[in-house]
Nanobody, 122 residues
Framework: QVQLVESGGGLVQPGGSLRLSCTPSNHTFRDYPTAWFRQAPKKDREFVAAINWDGSSSIYEDFVKGRFTLSRDGAKNSVFLQMSSLNPDDTAVYSC???????????????WGQGTQVTVSS
């Protein structure tokens, strides 16, 4: 069982930036596609972005294209979600998920973190 730990969430003003990190506490990431999902209050969980096992390919949901960038660092064994131009609609709990399939579908990912809160407000 891969245990994922997210960090980097917090309160940010509209237009600001945050960088979320996802790190496995007991495993290496190298074989796992990794994705970020988010869930706002009273809304369904939605796909944000995903990156394949070696970082050579990534996919983004339309509402984050041009604002969010996903990357992975093999040396740090982490995946990063750089978020910029944040707006209040981005307020949600962001969760990372790992493998085994590179997909937009939540069902493709077997391992999930607890999530980190991102709040965009003035």
């Amino acid at each position: 069982q891969v245990q994922l730990v997210e960090s980097g969430g917090g309160l940010v003003q509209p237009g600001g930036s945050l960088r979320l990190s996802c790190t496995p506490s007991n495993h290496t990431f190298r074989d796992y596609p990794t994705a970020w999902f988010r869930q706002a209050p009273k809304k369904d969980r939605e796909f944000v972005a995903a990156i394949n096992w070696d970082g050579s390919s990534s996919i983004y949901e339309d509402f984050v294209k041009g604002r969010f960038t996903l990357s992975r660092d093999g040396a740090k064994n982490s995946v990063f979600l750089q978020m910029s131009s944040l707006n209040p609609d981005d307020t949600a709990v962001y969760s990372c998920a790992a493998g085994p399939v590179f997909s937009r579908r939540a069902a493709a990912y077997l391992h999930w973190g607890q999530g980190t809160q991102v709040t965009v407000s003035s």
